[in-house]
């Protein structure tokens, strides 16, 4: 299917901008890095989170707890896909008790995604605090769900969709809102 890019509203120095806010927000809230780990939700979170550690370890000059997390099995809306979607490799290496932790994704849109992370997250442990980071929060919540740091508000239709490009992923550092009704199909 090709679709029409509506327009570029983060671009590499925008997220670049927001991975140093939102890892000194971390840092502030949480008062360093001790008990600090941070979990990525695949695919884009864990690219994400990849860069905030990035970042907190330059600011603190340690090494903090790093995961990646696949909510695959944890979706409520597996069953209605035509296609099963693959499940992926969840690494956890340290133990999630008396952790901080923050998950991150790319975009925060209804929520249910991070209701699936919460899920999947509770089978691994009871961490101390569970905080979320997002990239984007577009709005339209169906569930009470609330990010702790954002990069960037961005009010979309719910029509609209958020596409987050990553250098390491996509070979660019991008996010685009995307208009459905100027897709074609190819």
Do not use: C, W
């Amino acid at each position: 299917m090709e679709f029409k890019l509506t327009s570029v509203v983060f671009d590499a120095k925008d997220i670049s901008r927001a991975i140093t806010r939102i890892s000194h927000e971390i840092l502030e809230r949480n008062k360093g890095a001790n008990n600090l780990a941070l979990i990525g939700i695949r695919t884009r979170g864990v690219t994400l989170a990849q860069r905030i550690r990035v970042k907190i370890n330059e600011v603190e000059n340690t090494e903090i707890d790093f995961g990646i997390l696949d909510i695959t099995l944890y979706r409520d809306d597996i069953a209605s896909g035509k296609h099963p979607p693959p499940v992926e490799k969840t690494s956890i290496p340290f133990p999630l008790e008396g952790k901080q932790v923050v998950l991150v994704d790319d975009v925060l849109f209804t929520g249910r995604t991070i209701r699936a992370a919460i899920d999947a997250l509770i089978d691994f442990g009871r961490p101390s605090t569970v905080q979320l980071g997002v990239l984007i929060d577009r709005g339209h919540r169906e569930l009470p769900i609330r990010p702790d740091y954002v990069g960037k508000n961005i009010p979309t239709s719910k029509n609209n969709r958020v596409r987050v490009r990553m250098s390491e992923d996509d070979g660019i550092d991008e996010v685009h809102i995307i208009d459905p009704s100027t897709e074609k199909d190819s």
